[in-house]
Each structure stands twice: as C-alpha cells, then as structure tokens.
C-alpha cells in the first residue's frame, strides 16, 4: 500500500487492518530480506552489505555496500571454498590410492600457499568499520586553543559552546564529517592542563581517552608527544596569533587554512580505509579467516595426510561459517535488528 497523509492516516489504515480476520501482522525487522537468506535467494555476505547501504552517509559507503550487496565478498569466499575443495579432494585421493598411483603431493602444499597469501592480503585490507563508522579525528589542546571554534568550522555549525572562559567545554562532542566521500567522526575534546575543578578533571582525563582512540589527531597544543595515529598539527587564531613553525597556519573566523586542513584529512583519511575496489572485512570476517590461516599453516607443518586433511576440513567449516552455515542466529537477530520493518 502507498498512503497519502501523515501518521495518523497510517494508523489508522495499520488499526484497521490488525481488526480483520486475516491473520496479518507487522513484519519484524528486516523479516523479508531474512526470508531471502534462508530460502538461499541471498547469502549472508550480500544481507550484510545491504544492511550497511541502508545506513550509508557517504559516497564511500555507498560504493562499498552496494559492492558487497551484489556479492563480491560472497564471490572472493567461493573462490576460496573451491580452492579447499580442491586441496581436499587430492588429499583424499593420496589416501586412498597410496602407493597405487604417482600423486604429486607437492601441489597440495603449493596450492596452501597460494590460499594463504591470497587470505593475507585480504587481511591486510583495513577493517571494514573504518568505513562503516568512520574515521574518529580528536581536536586537542589546551583551553582556549580555538578547538572549538575549529570544531564548529569543519562541521558547518554551531555544534559547540565557544566560550573565552577556560575550561568550557568538559566533555566530548562529536558529530560526522564526510570529506571527498570519505566518513570521519569529528570529536571536540576538553582543554588539556591540570586543574583543581574535578568536574573538569573528568573532561581533561576523557579528552585523554578520546586521543587514545582517534584514528587521527589534530594538535592544537604544539608539543605533543610521538603518537601512533597520524597528527595534523595546526596553529589555530592564525589571524591573530602568529604561527608555530612546521604547523598549518589556520583561522576558522577568515576560513584560512581550512582547505588545506580538508585535503590533509582526505590525504590521511585515503591512506587508512579501504580504497575503492578493495574488499574490507568486519571483524567477525576477520576472527574467522585468521582462523582458517591458522589450519592451513597446521596443514603445512604436517605430513600426516589424515592430519592435513582434519586442517582443510575446518577451514572449510569455518569459511562455511560466514556464508550462512549453522550457529549463526544470535548473530543474524542482532544483524536484521538494523533492519527497518519488512526490508
């Protein structure tokens, strides 16, 4: 049905409805699409990626779910189910006809190998909820470093107090940011310096914490020391205050540097996620495949046939595993409660 009208018009269509003696109900979240899955119409990868399209932002995103949508992780695990299919199927053969025919069991380990390093560079793709939630980039420094007034810059709005009293801001603020299609989580951090204030002293030690977790940082303090992310230094008031040698001369009142603060963070933001084409895996993928990396170097360290055919056999249970084999359904409730109702 198509109804015309606000809410109440649906209601009331929805109210009388559940009054005929149709048995009809509301669909559960995602109830068709888990239907499709289970008759074998889509397989769990293809289920994932559309649940990641009906929440993608940015361009980005949109690529990538539409890619996994339409299977091209489903087609990549294929491919590796046959490859241990057919390492399988010779071991077995070198079983049962031991010593009745020549069997060249060095192709067995050749194709392992070959397996393998094509699962490692699948892994060396970054993660898949790089793209999926976005690049957190923390904004820190000391108070009245112009955070703030950065923070509202970059997301178009006032999304933060901008206040000259130090200490304002006492807790994190983030918001989203699509750069060149690219998803980052933009987090506004409190003043880092010692204070007696403990309400601020919670807001400094999250401001911390925030750093921890960034992808990337934006250093308005100028002194930080050597971090793992990558970090943007800038020089913030660059139309009042003189800059800091090696930093971006920047002013969120001119728009001064903005630009150049933007094309560094699509620059780092391109280096971090996946790069279009690619094939990025969530965890859950990720777990799974070490662990099939961990039977076939088992199967390679044996010369038991019987042994190394046990190894092959679980890395084909766990791939089995990501494609919608058993064991699955706590994990398929959480993934169609993303689900609007019916899709």
């Not at 079983?95 to 192709?107: A, V």
């Not at 070959?114 to 560079?121: C, G, R, S, T, Y």
């Not at 009142?253 to 790069?275: F, Q």
Request: charged fraction near 30%; glycine fraction near 8%.
């Amino acid at each position: 049905m198509h109804l015309h009208g606000g809410r109440a018009v649906v209601d009331a269509v929805l109210s009388t409805l559940s009054e005929l003696d149709l048995g009809l109900r509301l669909a559960e979240p995602g109830e068709f699409t888990r239907r499709a899955l289970l008759n074998g119409r889509m397989d769990l990868s293809a289920v994932e990626g559309l649940a990641d399209l009906l929440t993608a932002e940015t361009e980005r995103q949109r690529k990538e779910a539409l890619r996994r949508a339409d299977g091209a992780l489903a087609r990549r695990l294929g491919d590796w189910t046959r490859a241990l299919l057919a390492i399988a199927a010779r071991i077995e053969a070198e079983i049962d006809y031991d010593g009745e025919i020549e069997l060249d069991t060095d192709s067995n380990a050749d194709s392992i190998l070959a397996l393998a390093a094509e699962i490692d560079a699948a892994l060396a793709v970054p993660p898949a909820e790089r793209l999926r939630d976005g690049l957190r980039v923390a904004i820190v420094g000391p108070p009245n470093a112009g955070k703030s007034t950065l923070f509202n810059a970059l997301v178009g709005r006032d999304a933060a107090i901008v206040s000259d009293i130090p200490g304002t801001t006492r807790d994190a603020i983030e918001r989203p940011l699509s750069i060149a299609g690219m998803p980052f989580v933009l987090v506004d951090t409190a003043g880092l310096r010692e204070t007696d204030d403990p309400i601020e002293r919670i807001g400094v030690e999250r401001a911390h914490n925030q750093r921890a977790l960034a992808d990337i940082i934006i250093d308005l303090r100028g002194d930080m020391e050597e971090e793992e992310q990558p970090v943007i230094s800038v020089s913030a008031k660059a139309d009042i205050i003189a800059s800091r040698d090696g930093a971006l001369a920047l002013s969120a009142m001119t728009g001064e540097g903005l630009a150049t603060l933007h094309a560094r963070l699509a620059n780092i933001g391109s280096r971090l996620l996946p790069r279009e084409g690619e094939v990025a895996l969530d965890r859950r993928y990720r777990e799974r495949l070490y662990e099939v990396r961990t039977e076939l170097d088992a199967a390679l360290a044996t010369s038991d046939p019987l042994l190394r055919a046990e190894h092959i056999r679980i890395a084909r249970e766990r791939i089995d595993s990501l494609t919608g084999g058993a064991g699955i359904e706590d994990m398929l409730d959480a993934l169609f409660g993303r689900f609007c109702l019916g899709k």
